[in-house]
């Protein structure tokens, strides 16, 4: 049964290591994002993350991975008990997954890929299996807003990117499951938000388990990028 879940942002600029001299800049969604799965592993130790993710693979707690593709080797491992070894090419989401897992001292944690082109029934249909499920568990949603926030943003600028993420900001605030559901795939595409389809199955588990209250821990998009931080907890 899932009872808190834990919504984060997975860039790579969450591992102080991979962006010396700009720790200062990226503490705020750093600082958000750790409070967000810490409250996490007060429910649970092991947990169940859901990311953007092709081919359907699933990423058990023996995975182990390191960021040296993103310019340094800061080793990852999806488990507590996962012995060293030859470190495999992970997805990001995968390793900023692991990353959180050992920075809030969880036990475990198994990725779960969603298709990014899925559509909005599949991914509810995703949620409401993850709510069939009985094993207590912790809930991991892991997605980026829009990359279109300004100039200089790397997807550069869409002026339709501010009401985009200032929909998703208010739908996690509320846990209002109606409106992720809303979200037109094309749209979240056209704008790079990678997050649409995981939200959208936290959404389906929430439509299935009613109950729920979100809480904001941190919205803005400092670098071009929206990242959204919220826990929703079942009452």
Not at 72 to 84: C, E, I, K, N
Not at 129 to 153: F, I, M, W, Y
């Amino acid at each position: 049964m899932i009872t808190r879940v834990a919504v984060v942002p997975h860039p790579p600029l969450l591992v102080p290591e991979l962006v010396p001299g700009r720790v200062d800049s990226t503490g705020p969604v750093r600082e958000a994002t750790l409070a967000a799965v810490a409250r996490l592993a007060q429910v649970s130790r092991d947990w169940v993350a859901v990311a953007a993710g092709e081919g359907g693979h699933r990423f058990g707690p023996e995975s182990a991975g390191s960021f040296r593709g993103y310019g340094v080797d800061v080793p990852v491992t999806l488990s507590a008990g996962h012995g060293a070894g030859a470190p495999a090419d992970l997805p990001l989401p995968v390793l900023v997954a692991g990353w959180l897992r050992a920075r809030a001292g969880a036990d475990s944690v198994r990725v779960e890929p969603v298709a990014p082109a899925a559509s909005p029934a599949e991914c509810a249909e995703l949620g409401a299996e993850l709510a069939r499920r009985d094993t207590e568990t912790g809930l991991l949603v892991l997605g980026d807003g829009a990359n279109c926030h300004g100039p200089r943003a790397p997807g550069f600028q869409d002026g339709r990117a501010a009401d985009f993420d200032a929909k998703v900001a208010s739908a996690l605030a509320g846990a209002d499951a109606e409106t992720l559901l809303a979200l037109d795939p094309d749209l979240a595409a056209e704008l790079g938000a990678a997050g649409r389809a995981p939200w959208q199955v936290l959404a389906g588990l929430a439509r299935r388990w009613p109950g729920w209250r979100g809480e904001l821990l941190y919205s803005a998009a400092p670098f071009g990028v929206a990242y959204h931080v919220a826990v929703w907890e079942r009452r």
